[in-house]
């Protein structure tokens, strides 16, 4: 009697890991970049709301009621800009009006004037108004100040604004991290899936 057997020839179903291991990197991958979006966003558009911006005149889409303020920006690039350099001089004096674009009702606009420095940018909130309802507002400045990039945030302080910017500067380091973790463990598992089936083919070849 014939007691020899013949081993059996190597085959996708004899090889471990398993392809199915390729799909999980790629899913880890997803997933971090899908959770790294959202937190970007989140940060950008959380509770502080983002910034609309008006240039010289514009109808701003304001969401929730509440206090707002008027907000002027000069970068480190701009310090020897002297179109910039004369517009800043101009904010402390420029006039904020706002209407309700449905009624054509004109809110009370407090003017105010503070400034602040923040990594090297200089902000100055020049005014701010109370809505009751959400609606469309349009914004008029004189002068236009559009060199400074005016915009309309939520809030009545510069310690608001601060908190807001510092909120979306962790959610971007928060999402940093998670976007670069997720590469790192989804490339840790294609490497460990790669490199174990490779040694697996070799076994089998071996063992024929």
């Known amino acids: 009697m014939d007691n020899h057997h013949e081993a059996p020839a190597p085959g996708a179903a004899t090889i471990r890991p398993g392809k199915h291991w390729y799909a999980v990197s790629l899913v880890v991958l997803a997933a971090g970049v899908g959770v790294a979006g959202w937190q970007i966003n989140s940060g950008a558009s959380g509770a502080r709301g983002e910034a609309r911006p008006v240039r010289g005149r514009g109808v701003v889409r304001l969401d929730q009621p509440g206090t707002y303020s008027l907000y002027v920006y000069r970068g480190a690039s701009r310090r020897a800009d002297a179109s910039a350099n004369r517009a800043w001089t101009q904010a402390h004096g420029a006039r904020v009006t706002v209407r309700d674009e449905q009624t054509g ?11 602040m420095e923040m990594q090297n940018n200089r902000i100055a909130r020049l005014a701010e108004f109370d809505i009751s309802a959400p609606g469309s507002y349009v914004v008029t400045i004189q002068p236009g100040l559009s060199t400074l990039g005016p915009s309309v945030r939520p809030g009545g302080s510069l310690d608001e604004f601060r908190q807001g910017m510092m909120g979306a500067v962790r959610s971007f380091l928060i999402a940093l ?21 490779m040694r697996s083919k070799r076994r089998l070849a071996a063992a024929v």
């Open 105 to 115: 009702d004109e809110l009370v606009v407090r003017s105010v004037y503070e400034t």
């Open 177 to 197: 991290g998670v976007g670069a973790l997720a590469v790192v463990v989804s490339a840790a598992i294609f490497l460990v899936v790669l490199v174990g089936r």
